[in-house]
């Protein structure tokens, strides 16, 4: 810089305004330090020499409103504060973060084209936990996200690109376990239709996202062939048993895990055997299932494939919070010390 | 008529919200519509939990898928929590190395099982990672060269055998979390200059002969942050440089002969702490110590202190270094009868200091007692505290869960007549053990 520029911007870092234009033509002063904190503002303060009058007024991105613009000067003005503890500071951005989504929307343009990096990750994760665990249903009307995605598109899998055989296995199973699905949803009641809207995407995010492939060459499994022809004839009286019992536990969803934790071993264990005992494929193409896994397995794929689906509906309780919140002040981990390994999962 | 303000916001800011998801839930949102059908693609950031998905299979084909269907190779965040006997097929191996490089900056190891990795030393020799977290069970893995510069966050499971010296080495360290068994470990030596937070963590996998440390070192001067947890390990020596800017220190300390010598070395060291937190057993240790010399906390606001057995000798010597304290809670440990109804009646060692502790008189603003027992020492204590305490703003007093109506309700008749050297003073009832709102 040459000792002109020098010059005028020491005088400018002597001044204690700044001055600001959102895009409405308004001009806000602003105290210095305050208006400092966001990048933007100093970039334009030191390298262009705007702001420290009314008449050369920063002009302020087009998504910084007026009103946004005092919630980010309200930030600022708290963050900038250097002696303040990190509970401080983290009690003070929940309480900031208080506001409707529309207002938070906003807000995180306007800290992005702000460059407050601090604010633009405080609410993007508040925004983040608010569509976490959702069905993309609950997540649009929040949103007021258009759907306008056609049912094609939303049943059109992506092509998995990767060649490993257990994947391809598994795309046939979710193949077959998506029509087994959509037969179901035949079977039950209209109260629960709206329940069932969220299971389609589910399934379709399980083909989506493992591909769909029709592989023709399959190896066929006289043993599996047989035992598939027994299950067919238990099909019907089964199924629409088993259908009803699914409705239940949709309803219930939220109780229900899918590992059978130690503790609450029992009562779930006997659910969900059960379910497995009842459960029987509806349409099986024998052509379909490949050797490799046997029919034990196959079995338990099933049954996990269709907790899975409830899995993604159901609000999941946080758990390892103290592995994985390790950043924060916890105390000590209750520690089992049963065998070799450090974490005992109750699978 | 509402609008969709969300949709308005750059792809890059919207990758980077979903960056803040598990990643099952950002692939989800390929379904919300057309414009967020792609979008995570975009992704750099990964998190992926096997309770989420359930079934083993099924979570390799969805890891395989997504990583597979990314578009940009760096990975800059990994995050992985599942079974180690997923490894069968070297997946994890095969997810780890394609995070690996230059971009990666945070990665986040929870395997649980027995782990038999090729691909630890290449974590360990990442140079862009700046938090690593690594829990699995590596024990026969020999972790021989660490080179990790940027690396400001470090937490280790118990499993993880490192070299001490290695990980000090780190120059830009300022987070260490290790969870210790102390089998591996028959000395500790930490040192690291831009160390600011330390949790030194014991826990016991193996159910031999309690371990013995011979030593223990820490030498951080910058650390501002500490919480010592020795659960049954004896550690016969502690070396500790002086902390000048302890904001907090928590220390839970085995009852150990051997720990009685240093423990008050160690409160000398962090007598510039602003806040800090006595274990039970820890005060054991100081009750046990002879002699005992409080250094002066000049700076200490806040203090916890835990009882297995209520001594009033020691709290008030406490009190006495501690001059500018704000927060006084307590917390008694000790055997409790349920249901019985008649108070303790052991003698009580009580004695009335000779001058009140400074703090009391002019400082202490809120009183906090858990699982008050209403014995004669506690409530002697008790009534001394309240008189003399002229700033005294709240008194909380947690009963104990198991005790009947009665027993609260006469603790508290008992209280209230108490005379309040602070006209201020508010009293509030808790039963310990219930969240308190």
């Known amino acids: 810089m040459s000792e002109i520029d020098m010059a005028v911007s020491k005088t400018e870092i002597m001044q204690p305004y700044i001055w600001l234009q959102t895009p409405d033509g308004a001009i806000k002063q602003v105290e210095q330090e305050i208006a400092m904190f966001c990048p933007f503002i100093c970039q334009k303060v030191i390298q262009k020499g705007t702001g420290c009058s009314k008449n050369c007024a920063i002009c302020l991105p087009q998504r910084v409103t007026p009103t946004i613009l005092s919630l980010i000067l309200d930030y600022c003005r708290f963050h900038q504060v250097p002696g303040r503890s990190n509970k401080e500071r983290k009690s003070y951005d929940e309480k900031f973060m208080r506001m409707d989504t529309k ?27 608010i569509i976490e665990g959702k069905s993309p249903e609950e997540i649009r009307c929040i949103f007021n996200l258009p759907d306008d995605l056609t049912e094609e598109e939303k049943l059109e899998p992506l092509k998995n690109t990767t060649a490993d055989p257990r994947i391809r296995l598994l795309n046939r199973l979710y193949a077959k376990k998506r029509k087994e699905l959509k037969e179901r949803e035949r079977l039950k009641n209209v109260e629960i239709e709206v329940e069932n809207v969220d299971d389609r995407s589910v399934d379709d995010l399980l083909s989506f996202i493992n591909g769909n492939d029709a ?27 088993e259908a009803s019992e699914l409705n239940n536990k949709e309803i219930n969803g939220h109780n229900i895990r899918p590992q059978t934790d130690g503790a609450n071993g029992v009562s779930e264990a006997s659910q969900s055997n059960t379910e497995d005992s009842t459960f029987v494929p509806r349409e099986f193409d024998d052509g379909d299932i490949d050797e490799e896994i046997d029919p034990a397995l196959q079995e338990k794929l099933d049954r996990e494939v269709e907790d899975f689906a409830r899995i993604l509906n159901s609000d999941w309780p946080e758990r390892m919070q103290e592995l994985l919140s390790l950043g924060q002040e916890r105390k000590a981990m209750p520690f089992t010390s049963n065998g070799n390994s450090f974490l005992r999962r109750n699978a | 008529m509402d609008t969709d303000i969300i949709s308005s916001l750059p792809n890059s800011l919207l990758c980077h919200i979903l960056s803040f998801l598990p990643t099952i839930d950002a692939v989800g949102t390929s379904f919300l519509s057309c414009r ?18 359930g079934n083993n299979e099924r979570f390799v084909s969805f890891v395989d898928t997504v990583l597979s269907q990314r578009r940009f190779s ?42 038999s990795s090729n691909y630890v030393d290449e974590i360990f020799t990442c140079a862009s990672l700046v938090s690593l977290t690594l829990v699995a069970n590596l024990v026969l ?41 102390a089998s591996f470990y028959p000395n500790i030596h930490l040192l690291s200059p831009s160390l600011k937070r330390l949790r030194l963590i014991e826990a016991r996998e193996r159910d031999f002969d309690d371990p013995i440390i011979t030593e223990i070192q820490i030498d951080a001067p910058n650390l501002e942050y500490l919480r010592i947890y020795l659960e049954e390990s004896c550690v016969r020596t502690l070396v500790i440089s002086d902390f000048p800017n302890m904001m907090e220190a928590s220390i839970d300390i085995a009852p150990k002969a051997e720990h ?75 055997v409790q009868y349920f249901g019985d109804q008649t108070p303790r009646t052991e003698p009580s060692s009580w004695t009335q200091p000779a001058s009140v502790p400074n703090c009391v008189r002019s400082h202490l603003n809120i009183l906090e007692f858990r699982r008050y027992p209403d014995s004669l020492e506690e409530r002697e204590f008790l009534a001394y505290i309240l008189q003399n305490a002229l700033v005294l703003k709240t008194f909380i007093i947690y009963t104990n869960i198991g005790s009947f109506e009665k027993e609260k309700e006469h603790i508290l008749n008992e209280i209230s007549v108490l005379p309040r050297g602070s006209s201020i003073c508010q009293v509030e009832e808790f039963t310990y053990g219930k969240w308190r709102l």
């Open chain 2, 74 to 115: 760096d990975i800059r965040k990994l995050r992985l929590i599942c079974g180690a006997h997923l490894d069968s097929g070297n997946a994890v191996g095969r997810w780890v190395r394609a995070a690996l490089g230059p971009c990666l900056q945070e990665m986040d190891l929870l395997l649980y099982g027995d782990v």
């Open chain 2, 141 to 181: 893995n020999n972790i021989s060269s660490v080179h990790l510069p940027l690396l400001k966050n470090l937490s280790l499971g118990p499993d993880v055998p490192v070299d001490l010296n290695l990980i000090s080495a780190c120059p830009a360290l300022e987070y260490l979390y290790f969870i210790f068994d």
């Open chain 1, 103 to 129: 207002q938070l929307c906003e807000l995180t343009s306007a800290a992005d084209s702000l460059q407050l990096k601090p604010l633009v990750d405080l609410t993007s994760r508040t925004l983040a936990r």
């Open chain 2, 36 to 53: 967020w059908r792609h979008l995570w693609k975009d992704l750099q950031a990964f998190d992926f939990d096997t309770q989420r998905i």
């Open chain 1, 215 to 241: 592989d023709p060459k399959e190896m066929k499994n006289s043993k599996n062939k047989k035992k598939n022809r027994r299950r067919k004839e238990q099909q019907t009286s089964s199924s629409l048993k």
């Open chain 2, 260 to 334: 009685v010598d240093w423990v008050p070395k160690l409160l000398q060291a962090l007598s510039k702490t602003k806040k800090l937190a006595l274990g039970g057993f820890t005060t054991q240790c100081l009750v046990k110590a002879p002699n005992l010399h409080f250094p002066e906390f000049r700076y200490l606001r806040q203090l916890r202190i835990c009882f297995r057995s209520f001594n009033s000798g020691v709290l008030i010597k406490l009190l006495c270094c501690c001059p500018k304290l704000q927060v006084l809670k307590i917390d008694n440990n000790g």
